[in-house]
């Protein structure tokens, strides 16, 4: 059994729920969240750098899905759906060698069985570094 999640979920209660996972292991933490929006901070270091020290895309990737997931998450009963990232993409419109970047997610597509997300990632300045779309899909689980 999940917790019940909810935008009254306390923000420590999130970063706990990823201890142990991807997320946790490229530094992501949730920062805020709101009703259709989620908010998140990943730093840019050995573990989301590409060789020469350049932040990489693929980070940028695993960012946007994670807060557009947490984003679905927030709007189902998790024991009884599942959500499923079933298309990503992104424009990486800035490099970053260091620091942090910032990523807000919305959601534009509220669906029974889909639901899309923009997602702007930027710097410590404001630098808009990457935006993305990531669109989940919303399934019964398993012996529901």
């Given at each position: 059994m999940f917790p019940k999640l909810t935008i009254n979920t306390?923000?420590?209660?999130?970063n706990q729920y990823?201890?142990?996972t991807m997320v946790e292991n490229l530094g992501i933490q949730f920062t805020?969240?709101?009703e259709g929006w989620v908010e998140a901070t990943m730093p840019v270091d050995h573990r989301t750098s590409r060789p020469g020290g350049l932040?990489?895309?693929g980070a940028n990737l695993a960012l946007a899905e994670t807060i557009a997931g947490l984003g679905s998450m927030l709007t189902v009963d998790i024991n009884?759906?599942?959500v499923l990232g079933i298309q990503v993409s992104a424009n990486h419109t800035g490099g970053l060698s260091g620091g942090t970047v910032f990523a807000r997610a919305e959601i534009v597509h509220?669906?029974?069985?889909t639901q899309v997300w923009n997602i702007e990632i930027k710097s410590e300045a404001g630098k808009l570094i990457s935006t993305a779309r990531v669109t989940n899909m919303i399934v019964k689980r398993n012996g529901k």
């Open positions: 306390p923000i420590a209660l999130l990823v201890k142990d805020a969240i709101g932040l990489h895309g009884e759906f599942d509220s669906g029974i069985q």
